[in-house]
């Protein structure tokens, strides 16, 4: 039952324009990603109806939210759709239980996907029901809002910054519970971040924002492993590669395998055969023509060089490497490229100085 | 106390009563309007509610008084429905009532609905609730400490008022003779210690009122 969803919006403002055109997978996660100011939760707005586009059309599969060339505007409380905003949102003269049901009450019978059972265990708020909003942390606070937003039945989540007003503990906490949403519920959730390590665990498709425009979209490593992006995004260069549990060895370290070879890390807990996610950042990634003999680098795969381009740092170049066809970007200095002649075909070893494991 | 006190009395509830439920029906709508609107007519219809807060009563009395006289379109159309002159009626003083007290019962239900601000109506939007669901749901909800001030305030401002009353209802027992007008008699007919029972319970009364609205409704104090 996949669909494809259709957004396109124009919307002018005296001090800023949005203008996007993006078709997005109607599964997963899709990030919009971008720095404050480029848009991203205009967009979202735009997609819940919260916000009328001038011009605009909006689709999920052959259900059309908005299409002005026609006038057609669905008001957002006839679109099946669920919407996690910044701040939780909750209504503070109900309690838990009733503000989870909310949604419920108001959708068709034969729409509900999702038991409060169900959902409350999913998100670790069973014990939480009977109490008042005003009761709860800032995490537990949010994940009430995920519950009450798919209760509502919706088609679509979308998720404006929900972890953006929580600390870092908190959103440790609540990390988890979205991952499970996007493992365990085949709803397509789009989420504005401007988080580069939320996108890095949750997103499977990335849309990048800039001003108001659409600088990239696609799938996560395809965008992510992009060497001509603007400025904006050079800093977090890095790709992220999904990994598996391959061993817990004794001397404190994890090998993960991936189709690019093997990686090891710090002990994980996770149990052998486990998914996990990687970020692999640019500039923890350096280069070297034949397998380093002594280095305490432990990790070292064989990779192609794809392309190079310039970054921002004058000095400094970006190369993009394949790995048995998974990508890797690594950032070296221009005098290293020219003394070990990197150049797309070579094939190399890169060595990789650190990994972030995400989850 | 007298048995024309006691009417008196009664017949200040009933006015209060009639035109608190007659605002709280009326005014909401308006402070919704008021607090939800970008209409550049904003200014002007929150100045019209808010003019019997300065205008003396009299001012207010005596336009009314045109308005719904032989003459004023308002009576002719009152004459013409057979309902007759509404001066110096109860329905008279309850309409002129409904005019004097709105900013006091409009004031504090906009600023409960200002303070209720964009996004939970949002939210509710974003659960299926259409606007009429999400005012009733959401909106007149979190609102409730403005109605109970607005409720409170229209009332006890009705049963305080005296030159409307006069202008509009005149003295009449039974029809239009309220306890502040009762007391103006009493004066004027040096009977003090009638005057005394009837101020003094309305001094305890206002007190009494003010006190549940402060001791109960701590929030709402700064918007007074």
């Known amino acids: 039952m996949s669909f494809q969803i259709d957004a396109r919006f124009k919307i002018e403002r005296r001090d800023f324009t949005l203008d996007v055109d993006l078709k997005l997978p109607g599964q997963g996660v899709t990030a919009l990603f971008g720095h404050s100011g480029s848009g991203k939760t205009t967009c979202l707005r735009a997609m819940a109806g919260l916000e009328r586009a001038e011009t605009g059309y909006f689709a999920l599969g052959d259900e059309i939210w908005q299409d002005e060339t026609r006038r057609h505007f669905v008001p957002p409380h006839r679109r099946a759709l669920g919407v996690v905003f910044q701040e939780a949102s909750l ?13 419920e009450q108001r959708a068709p019978v034969s729409e509900r996907r999702f038991v409060l059972g169900e959902i409350a265990e999913l998100l670790g708020i069973g014990h ?21 937003a798919l209760l509502a039945a919706p088609r679509i989540l979308l998720m404006d910054e929900p972890l953006a007003a929580l600390d870092l503990k908190r959103k440790l906490e609540i990390l988890p519970y979205l991952e499970r949403l996007h493992a365990e519920l085949s709803l397509p959730i789009i989420y504005v971040s401007h988080a580069p390590d939320e996108v890095a665990r949750l997103a499977d498709h990335l849309v990048l924002l800039d001003q108001g ?63 996990v996610r990687c970020r692999i950042h640019a500039s923890d990634v350096s280069l ?72 | 106390m007298a048995e024309n006190d006691l009417s008196a009395i009664w017949l200040t509830l009933k006015l209060a009563s009639v035109v608190t439920l007659l605002l709280l029906l009326i005014g909401t709508p308006i402070s919704w309007w008021l607090a939800r609107t970008r209409s ?41 429905l057979g309902i007759g002159m509404l001066p110096f009626t109860f329905p008279g ?3 002129a009532s409904v005019f004097y007290s709105m900013p006091f019962v409009v004031q504090p239900i906009q600023n409960a609905f200002e303070a209720i601000g964009d996004r939970p109506l949002e ?5 299926r609730a259409s606007p009429w669901d999400a005012f009733w749901s959401v909106a007149v909800p979190l609102a409730r400490p403005g109605f109970l001030s607005g409720a409170i305030l229209g009332f006890a401002h009705t049963v305080g008022e005296f030159g409307i009353v006069l202008m509009i209802g005149g003295n009449i027992p039974d029809k239009t ?17 009638a005057a005394h029972w009837l101020a003094g319970g309305m001094v305890l009364f206002s007190f009494l009122v003010l006190l549940g609205l402060y001791t109960f409704n701590p929030a709402r104090r700064k918007s007074l």
């Open chain 1, 213 to 275: 425009k659409v600088v990239a979209s696609g799938a996560l490593n395809e965008v992510l492993s992009r060497i001509d992006l603007p400025e904006a995004f050079a800093d977090d260069a890095g790709v992220v590669i999904q990994a598996r549990i391959a061993a817990h060895e004794d001397d404190e370290l994890t090998r993960l395998e991936f189709p690019g070879g093997q990686i090891f890390v710090s002990r994980h807990d996770g149990p052998v055969g486990t998914q």
């Open chain 2, 93 to 95: 003083l309850v309409i």
């Open chain 2, 40 to 80: 550049r007519l904003k200014g002007v219809v929150g100045a019209i509610v808010a003019l019997p807060l300065v205008l003396p009563p009299t001012v207010l009395g005596f336009y009314l008084l045109v308005v719904m006289g032989p003459h004023g379109p308002v009576g002719k159309l009152t004459e013409a």
């Open chain 1, 288 to 359: 070297a023509l034949a397998p380093p003999l002594q280095s305490s680098i432990l990790n070292c795969v064989t990779a192609s060089v794809v392309a190079l381009a310039p970054t921002d740092t004058p000095g400094h170049v970006l190369v993009r490497l394949e790995a048995s066809g998974e990508p890797l970007l690594a950032r070296v200095t221009k005098r290293s490229v020219e003394k070990l002649g990197i150049r797309p075909g070579l094939m190399l070893r890169a060595q990789i100085k650190a990994v972030a494991l995400l989850a």
């Open chain 2, 177 to 193: 003779r309220v306890v502040s007008v009762q007391i103006y008699d009493h004066v004027e007919a040096l009977e003090y210690t």
């Open chain 1, 128 to 148: 939480l029901l009977d109490r008042a909003p005003e009761q709860l942390s800032g995490g537990e606070r949010q994940r009430v809002a995920i519950a009450r």
């Open chain 1, 91 to 103: 209504f503070p003269h109900l309690s838990v239980r009733r503000n989870i049901l909310f949604g």
């Open chain 2, 123 to 127: 939210a509710a939007a974003t659960l």
